[in-house]
Nanobody, 123 residues
Framework: QVQLVESGGGLVQAGGSLRLSCAAS????????MGWFRQAPGKEREFVAA????????YYADSVKGRFTISRDNAKNTVSLQMNSLKPEDTAVYYC????????????????WGQGTQVTVSS
């Protein structure tokens, strides 16, 4: 089992940057593909980015491609999301998640979720 704790959210002006981090418990972190998702008020949870076990496979949502970068450090059991050129429409609660299957954009495939961290982008 994996426990996930996100950090790094906050309030930022449009055009600014934030870096989210997700710390994972357990010795087998490197065996889990990881993903970032977000959920805005009144909207469904949506895919943001995903990274494979060895970082060779990476996916991004079209809405964040070129602005966000996902990375992981298996030695430190962390996965990060660097968010640049933030827009008001990026405002949401951001969740990291782990799956025991394959790297995927499908939130239903992720078994473990963090509690989320709020990101608010002001215009």
């Amino acid at each position: 089992q994996v426990q996930l704790v996100e950090s790094g959210g906050g309030l930022v002006q449009a055009g600014g940057s934030l870096r989210l981090s997700c710390a994972a418990s357990g010795r087998t972190f490197s065996s889990y593909p990881m993903g970032w998702f977000r959920q805005a008020p009144g909207k469904e949870r949506e895919f943001v980015a995903a990274i494979g076990r060895s970082s060779l496979t990476i996916y991004y949502a079209d809405s964040v491609k070129g602005r966000f970068t996902i990375s992981r450090d298996n030695a430190k059991n962390t996965v990060s999301l660097q968010m640049n050129s933030l827009k008001p429409e990026d405002t949401a609660v951001y969740y990291c998640a782990a799956t025991s299957t394959v790297t995927t954009i499908n939130p239903g495939a992720y078994q473990y979720w963090g509690q989320g961290t709020q990101v608010t982008v002001s215009s």
